[in-house]
């Protein structure tokens, strides 16, 4: 019986994993395209036949940050669950990510892009303004249908929500990735649920 190669890699992807890897095992450190070269084993010249410049390769992992996390959004979403447990699940889902991928952490709280070109820092933030819309739009959604109260307005609700998941991500770079970003989320979710639900009556 044949046994099934694994699939190959382009060498787009190849770069990509290299920058995240690079990120992950150098906290704190600029990435160079000279470094980034010798880590994939190409040229630097290969470099810019696939990436015209390192924003663009940035630009590769922010779209892959955006893309697996609201993929898996829109599948919360659409499920049966209620409106406090899609927040639970949305946030959980954005604090697992970070502790699986922490160079991604780090292009998140927009370490790793110290002295790159502002674009990348504004997609960044839009991404977290996405993210905190979602949030906003569910709580919404969820008084409409389920009569879900909340503790002030929703803007402000999603707000808090995301900046304590925003908190940890920050925590978690700080650290140069020894604290988790996941550590203890079991036992401060309820909490932070109920500064921002009121009880049903």
Known sequence: MAVKEAPKVSRYEQILQALAQML????????TTAALAKEVGVSEAALYRHFPSKAR??????????????????MIIASDADGVRQCEQILTLLLAFVQKNPGMAR?????????????LRTRVNQFFERLETQLKQILREAEAREGLRTQTTAGACANLMLATAEGRIRQFVRSEFKRSPIEQ????WPRLAAAVFRPAA
């Open 24 to 31: 992950e095992v150098n906290p704190g450190a600029r990435i």
């Open 57 to 74: 390769m940035f630009e590769g992992l922010i779209g892959f940050i955006e893309d697996t996390i609201f993929s898996r959004v829109n």
């Open 107 to 119: 292009i998140l709280t927009g370490d790793a892009l110290a002295g790159e070109t502002d674009r």
């Open 185 to 188: 989320w079991d036992d401060q």
